[in-house]
């Protein structure tokens, strides 16, 4: 635990060095957030939800979209980061797996990204007049959503490493999850599909939280999706980890 404590640190410590990166993600969320209220994204939502509360309910699957693919992004920018500056090496003679090491970073990048949540969701409330909203039963949907979302990360970091240059896939991917996990009303023929992805079950659950509906079947269902979407990212990190040291590709980049 003490090393994952020390990675944790070691990230958090280097995020808030170049505070510019934190201030351009407030900015994008922001300013993306601000223009699916002004252009009324999410006026579907009033009616599966029964609820005249519009703006809160996109506010909720923003959230928590923004909070998964943080957690996408986080492992495969890190071990791209680590391969350029030659530290990578070090970190995979580390007595624990690499998948388990970095949950050091993932805590990290989940303590920065509620920040920057709190921020824009406070901007949306002074500038749009949102309600916001809260529970316990939200922040336990967020971290069990992240769990998950990080096996689908650990994916993306299995390709990075292999592969070492993985283009615009990580944009891709989060951009796709906007529009298919319901985040952004998705049409319901699709959501049959991308149910079993955690953030669109996770929408799911804070939403129907929010108003007042029942989410014990769905909280139960997305522990299990989230469980098994990790286990699935941790068997496909290791066998490309496994590829790339058969390859090569880890002695050079």
Do not use: H
């Not at 808030?16 to 252009?39: A, P």
């Amino acid at each position: 635990m003490r090393i994952i404590f020390y990675e944790f640190k070691t990230d958090l410590l280097r995020t808030f060095r170049y505070k510019f990166s934190i201030v351009s993600d407030i900015v994008v969320f922001t300013v993306l957030l601000s223009f699916f209220f002004i252009s009324d994204t999410g006026t579907s939502l009033e009616n599966k939800y029964n609820s005249n509360n519009q703006r809160t309910l996109l506010l909720l699957g923003y959230a928590a979209w923004s909070l998964s693919v943080s957690c996408i992004s986080l492992v495969g920018g890190q071990i791209s980061s680590e391969m350029s500056r030659g530290t990578l090496y070090q970190k995979l003679n580390c007595k624990i797996p690499l998948q388990i090491l970095y949950l050091g970073d993932l805590f990290s990048g989940i303590l920065i990204q509620f920040v920057i949540m709190i921020i824009y969701a406070v901007i949306a409330y002074f500038v749009f007049s949102v309600e916001l909203f809260f529970s316990l039963n939200v922040f336990l949907a967020l971290i069990i959503c992240t769990i998950g979302m990080y096996g689908i990360g650990l994916i993306i970091a299995g390709l990075s490493i292999f592969f070492k240059k993985t283009g615009a896939i990580i944009l891709l991917i989060q951009l796709t999850l906007l529009f298919i996990t319901d985040t952004i009303p998705t049409n319901d023929t699709l959501l049959r599909v991308t149910n079993i992805i955690p953030l669109t079950k996770c929408n799911d659950i804070i939403r129907k939280d929010f108003v007042g509906q029942p989410v014990g079947d769905s909280f139960i269902q997305l522990i299990l999706l989230s469980i098994g979407a990790f286990v699935i990212g941790y068997i496909v990190f290791s066998c490309f980890l496994s590829l790339a040291k058969k390859r090569g590709n880890l002695l050079f980049y």
